[in-house]
């Protein structure tokens, strides 16, 4: 086969998991591809089988990997470390891409210059993920601030290999979930330059997975550690503080915050409402302007956790913070923040217009 532009790699666990329908959506691109999927932990025999003839494309290898540990940064980053084309690309192993999504990715690098290219997502059953709440129309010159790129966490799309081997990213070793925190978000400062093909081909996020490792509830504590993780970078810490700010306001919504949420049926417990707290003053400590652009459910909410609330009360209160479109989710304590551009009514403005 022809050198690859793209190498793209796909991480399976067990041969349970559909991973033909993944590859076959990479190998359906006029662009030369190689896609390597890589056997974390699981015999190759099965997963060839599973694939079938496309085992046998010559665009196609199978990688064994084994190291033990239940998080798919290690299958992932040995997929990245052994890639030789100028772009990478990550896969998982229940989503698929539109046909022509790489095409189109490379299209629009090729006329922006960008090093990193974000794909338009959506679920299996249609829904449209609408991150990043970018500019309207904004395909090009993506700023991490200005586009609020920190809210895509996972690093999909076209990745230029140089620029992570420059910046020197990987995905965060050890972690179960949220091991692309940190990569992506210090890719989408650090880039030299970023595109949004935003008309473009989709990256489908898959359904079919009996038991996806990022929705299984864990103990809080272990579900903040990429936070703690991403504000001890001193490649975070030493930003500008528009970053930092823009960064945090991120984590706080859609990681402290949304801990509460998501354990609406579990409960909290003592350790979990103290790990919610030590992670809220973590992200606060690395940008404290960020408590001016929440919303007043937002805030409410975060004060709760540091008082020690009880379950009951933060879970009322988490209620009311996902009461969209009620004035006390719109505005921030403040009105005369309330059009900054973290503050509610511009960055829901924005998600729409993703849609």
Not at 74 to 92: E, H, I, K, Q, R
């Amino acid at each position: 086969m022809n050198e690859p532009e793209v190498d793209v790699v796909v991480a399976v666990h067990t041969p349970e998991r559909r991973v033909e329908r993944a590859v076959l959506s990479v190998v359906l691109t006029e662009a030369p591809v190689r896609v390597t999927v890589v056997c974390h932990g699981t015999p190759l025999e099965p997963i060839a089988e599973r694939l079938g003839v496309l085992a046998e494309d010559p665009r196609v290898r199978l990688l064994p990997f084994a190291d033990g540990v239940p998080s798919p940064a290690g299958p992932f980053n040995a997929g990245l470390d052994a890639a030789t084309a100028p772009w990478v690309s990550v896969l998982g192993s229940d989503d698929v891409l539109e046909v022509g999504a790489i095409d189109s990715w490379l299209a629009l690098a090729a006329r922006t210059g960008a090093e990193a290219v974000l794909p338009r997502l959506r679920h299996a059953a249609g829904a449209v993920v609408p991150t990043p709440p970018a500019r309207p129309r904004r395909t090009r010159g993506l700023d991490l601030v200005r586009d609020r790129l920190a809210y895509r966490t996972a690093p999909l799309g076209l990745l230029s290999r140089a620029a992570l081997d420059r910046l020197g990213l990987r995905m965060t070793p050890g972690l179960p979930s949220g091991e692309d925190l940190a990569p992506s978000t210090l890719l989408w400062a650090g880039a030299r330059g970023v595109a949004f093909d935003r008309r473009g081909p989709a990256y489908v996020i898959g359904a079919d997975a009996a038991e996806r490792v990022t929705l299984t509830v864990r103990p809080v504590a272990d579900d903040l550690v990429p936070v703690l993780d991403l504000v001890a970078r001193p490649e975070l810490r030493d930003a500008d503080a528009r970053v930092r700010a823009a960064v945090a306001a991120k984590l706080v919504r859609i990681h402290v915050l949304a801990a509460v949420h998501n354990r609406r049926t579990t409960g909290l417990d003592d350790a979990d409402r103290a790990a919610l707290a030590a992670g809220a003053d973590a992200v606060v400590a690395l940008a404290p302007t960020v408590l001016d652009v929440l919303s007043r459910a937002e805030r409410d909410l975060l004060d709760a956790i540091a008082a020690g609330a009880t379950t009951e009360q933060l879970a009322r209160l988490s209620d009311r913070r996902r009461r969209h479109g009620t004035p006390a989710t719109l505005v921030p304590r403040d009105l005369r923040r309330a059009l900054a551009r973290e503050a509610p009514l511009r960055l829901m403005a924005a998600s729409v217009l993703v849609r």
